[in-house]
């Protein structure tokens, strides 16, 4: 049965940093598509960074774009997202999951930019 825990969310400033992190296991991580999504107050789920299973490779949002970078670790079947220059917009619980055949949802991890 698959799992999907993340981590690494809480209060920043506007401006500052976190880095999110993504456990997972009870599929083939390796060869799984994996993105990182987020779901804001009265919004919909959204897909915000993805990235490939072999080549690794990355694709944003626009309202991420030059700020959020995902990575992966195909050994330690996790995945990452460093966000930078976070703005309060960005202010949402955010998931990890497949980008192709999802699994079930995990807790996620909120991530609140506020002063």
């Known amino acids: 049965q698959a799992q999907l825990v993340e981590s690494g969310g809480g209060l920043v400033q506007p401006g500052g940093s976190l880095r999110l992190s993504c456990a997972a296991s009870?599929?083939?991580?390796?060869?799984?598509?994996m993105g990182w999504y987020r779901q804001a107050p009265g919004k919909e789920r959204e897909l915000v960074a993805s990235?490939?299973?072999?080549?690794?490779?990355?694709n944003y949002a626009d309202s991420v774009k030059g700020r959020f970078t995902i990575s992966r670790d195909n050994g330690l079947n996790r995945v990452y997202l460093q966000m930078n220059s976070l703005k309060p917009e960005d202010t949402a619980v955010y998931y990890c999951?497949?980008?192709?055949?999802?699994?079930?949802w995990g807790q996620g991890t909120q991530v609140t930019v506020s002063s």
């Open positions: 999951n497949r980008v192709i055949g999802r699994r079930s």
């Open positions: 009870g599929f083939t991580f390796s060869t799984a598509a």
């Open positions: 990235i490939s299973s072999i080549r690794g490779r990355t």
